[in-house]
């Protein structure tokens, strides 16, 4: 494929669930001047990426470039991705990793081995890396409209809230509560897309979103649970369903309970980890997760006592199991010692 020459096969996009997913997505779709319905557009986490990229591998044909956007390397699933990208390229795919998570050298020398490139940059969010870069190396003018969207995702995302629409566009980006969720965030890229980054629509759905958010807030609480490791004081809570965003709860766990580590735990396992001054990355890797140093995430097995447990008894032994292993990795990796 000729470079900055997406006509002679399909655009594949398989981006981040959030809000930066979204944003990077879009911004992919402006740099290249594809239109969202001539694109494949797929969503993932970390752990699951491997999966995901499974799923379209046998539909990859030489002359199709793919684009993973907003998603850092997982440790149990990065060897996997690494193979079906190799595969890839021997095809004729041609692979694009945007992203501004910490990739260590090893990884970063394993995709690049491949036959994947890796665009990366930590000074701004997905959506910025994307718009930054992409225009360039497709040979296309950079739209105007692509700095607006990155100063709005970026201060949600890398938690600057410093543009009026950031704590609105995080809150309707929030898609896990919500049925029919991987339409929902098609449609946010469509927005994007036609460079729209407010109107009655999202307006509508930031009010249904805070309606939810105020009632969930007292039961986060009601399953709190705090615990000690070494100088970090610990709190965790067990989230089923529903806004408020795990950002916002962990903000909201590290003020009551005036902690250093907030972990929010969901029923699959799935942690968030959030902190001011501590490196949750840093646990998050010994955890077999990943992500930045004031915000990570893993995911851990919850044994089948655990899960009786909680039916019996609620989700706070949820959050107590899980704030015991957040505990123990904070040790092991020295980052509350």
């Given at each position: 494929m000729e470079k900055g020459?997406?006509?002679?096969?399909?655009?594949?996009?398989?981006?981040?669930?959030?809000?930066?997913?979204?944003?990077?997505?879009?911004?992919?779709?402006?740099?290249?001047g594809v239109a969202p319905g001539d694109a494949t557009i797929l969503y993932a986490e970390p752990y699951n990426l491997?999966?995901?990229?499974?799923?379209?591998?046998?539909?990859?044909?030489?002359?199709?470039?793919?684009?993973?956007?907003?998603?850092g390397p997982n440790k149990d699933s990065f060897a996997t991705t690494v193979e079906i990208i190799r595969d890839a390229t021997s095809r004729g795919v041609r692979v694009e990793w945007y992203d501004h998570h910490i990739w260590p050298e090893n990884n970063r020398r394993a995709l690049e081995s491949a036959g994947g490139?890796?665009?990366?940059?930590?000074?701004?969010?997905?959506?910025g890396v994307v718009g930054r870069y992409a225009p360039g190396l497709h040979g296309r003018e950079r739209d105007p409209f692509l700095d607006e969207l990155e100063k709005a995702v970026c201060a949600a995302d890398?938690?600057?809230?410093?543009?009026?629409?950031?704590?609105?566009?995080?809150?309707?980006?929030?898609?896990?509560?919500?049925?029919g969720r991987e339409a929902w965030r098609d449609r946010i890229i469509e927005k994007?897309?036609?460079?729209?980054?407010?109107?009655?629509?999202?307006?509508?759905?930031?009010?249904?979103?805070?309606?939810?958010?105020?009632?969930?807030y007292n039961k986060l609480i009601?399953?709190?649970?705090?615990?000690?490791?070494?100088?970090?004081?610990?709190?965790?809570?067990?989230?089923?369903?529903?806004?408020?965003?795990?950002?916002?709860?962990?903000?909201?766990?590290?003020?009551?309970?005036?902690?250093?580590?907030?972990?929010?735990?969901?029923?699959?396992?799935?942690?968030?980890l959030r902190s001011r001054d501590v490196d949750v990355q840093k646990i998050a890797l010994r955890l077999g997760g990943g992500g930045h140093p004031r915000a990570a995430g893993a995911r851990i097995r919850l044994p089948l006592w655990v899960r009786l447990a909680r039916i019996l008894l609620g989700g706070k032994i949820v959050s107590r199991y899980a704030a015991g292993k957040v505990a123990r990795a904070a040790l092991e990796s020295g980052v509350c010692a």
């Open positions: 020459d997406v006509s002679r096969g399909r655009l594949y996009i398989v981006t981040h669930t959030d809000l930066d997913g979204a944003g990077s997505a879009a911004a992919a779709l402006i740099s290249l491997h999966e995901v990229l499974e799923r379209i591998a046998g539909y990859l044909e030489s002359g199709d470039l793919l684009i993973i956007s907003d998603l490139r890796l665009v990366h940059d930590t000074s701004t969010c997905a959506t890398i938690w600057r809230w410093d543009h009026p629409l950031a704590p609105k566009l995080f809150r309707v980006a929030d898609t896990r509560y919500e049925e994007f897309a036609s460079k729209t980054l407010w109107d009655d629509e999202l307006q509508a759905k930031l009010e249904e979103y805070v309606n939810m958010e105020l009632r969930n009601s399953t709190a649970y705090t615990t000690t490791a070494g100088s970090c004081r610990i709190a965790a809570t067990y989230k089923t369903h529903g806004p408020p965003s795990n950002s916002f709860i962990g903000a909201s766990l590290l003020s009551r309970y005036n902690a250093k580590i907030a972990v929010i735990v969901r029923p699959n396992g799935g942690l968030s």
